[in-house]
């Protein structure tokens, strides 16, 4: 496992209080400073690979939250393709 130091923390926290997700939750980038996941309030300072590192320093989310949103050692997640899939949202675009 990787750890992340608190002054990457503190890089990340900053970064993301200036994105779009940071200013909707201004309590994210605290949440990031004090080392918890944003999204779930879990520790996030323990990470397994370099990838994940550097997910973490683009939206700061935990081992956990990383591999729900995006799979966990690799597995692939199924991706939908087929309009048909959204058609539901058709009514709200309109």
């Known amino acids: 496992m990787l750890t992340v130091p608190v002054e990457v923390r503190h ?7 200036q994105k779009p997700s ?9 949440l990031v400073m004090h080392g918890s ?5 879990q520790s996030a300072v323990s990470f397994r690979d370099e990838l994940s590192v550097k ?8 081992q956990s939250c990383q591999d729900s949103v ?5 597995e692939a997640i199924e991706v ?6 959204f058609s ?7």
């Open 11 to 17: 890089q990340v926290a900053q970064e993301l209080s």
């Open 22 to 30: 940071g200013q909707l939750d201004p309590a994210a980038p605290l």
């Open 37 to 41: 996941c944003p999204l779930c309030g």
């Open 55 to 62: 997910e973490y320093r683009i939206s700061g989310l935990c």
């Open 70 to 74: 995006f799979g966990a050692d690799g």
């Open 80 to 85: 939908a393709t087929d309009p048909e899939q």
């Open 88 to 94: 539901e949202l058709e009514d709200v675009q309109h």
